[in-house]
């Protein structure tokens, strides 16, 4: 388990929600490269993250084309087909009961916390980037034991299906795939 913060945690998963909610922009690539990032890394680090932080890092250091290698991969790993791609919805890989319960968990803390999805990219419900955000609410607000359930039936159940299928896609970097599994990692050692 790890000694964090709830503002610790939260900024993590902020972090991670939202490089998989959309492709890396010049700046913020220019930022990791000119060490901004780099105080992150290092505290992922002393918690035990190096492996995939240094597979982060090896995968935005500079080269040419990078931004469009990146978004090439954005698009390659989550946006293109189901059988072609990791499509980070959780729909995607849950069926039967443990969808009906998962979807119901995430409508009622949507509801809850009057979280709506994003009408500018038009994501559903159950996109990775909703259901980090609802957690973070959770931490925010939430008991320790709703921010368990919520990451054991919501999110651990489907998002190792996910890395699975994120390191199978042919890819430039390595970017993504590390993110995934950073996250996972960290959702285990959370609890």
């Known amino acids: ?64 084309s990078l931004r469009l290698e990146l978004a090439a991969d954005f698009t390659h790993c989550f946006l293109l087909e189901g059988k072609l791609s990791a499509i980070p919805y959780l729909s995607a890989y849950l069926e039967g009961q443990a969808l009906d319960q998962a979807l119901a ?11 709506s999805i994003n009408r500018d990219h038009n994501e559903p419900s159950d996109h990775i980037s ?17 921010q368990q359930q919520f990451i054991n ?18 890819l430039k970097t390595e970017f993504y795939p590390a993110l995934i599994s950073l996250l996972v990692e960290f959702f285990e050692k959370e609890f």
């Open 1 to 64: 388990m790890l000694d964090l913060t709830n503002q610790e945690r939260q900024f993590i998963y902020q972090w991670i929600g939202s490089l998989l909610s959309r492709e890396l922009t010049e700046e913020q690539i220019v930022n990791y490269q000119s060490g901004g990032f780099d105080s992150l890394f290092e505290f992922l680090d002393e918690l035990g993250f190096q492996e995939k932080t240094t597979k982060i890092s090896t995968a935005l250091q500079p080269q040419d």
């Open 105 to 115: 968990l995430v409508d009622n803390w949507m509801a809850h916390y009057q979280v």
């Open 130 to 146: 909703i259901l980090i955000s609802i957690l973070i609410k959770l931490i925010e607000t939430g008991s320790h034991a709703e």
């Open 153 to 170: 039936v919501v999110l651990l159940s489907w998002i190792p299906q996910l890395l699975e299928k994120a390191e199978k896609v042919p």
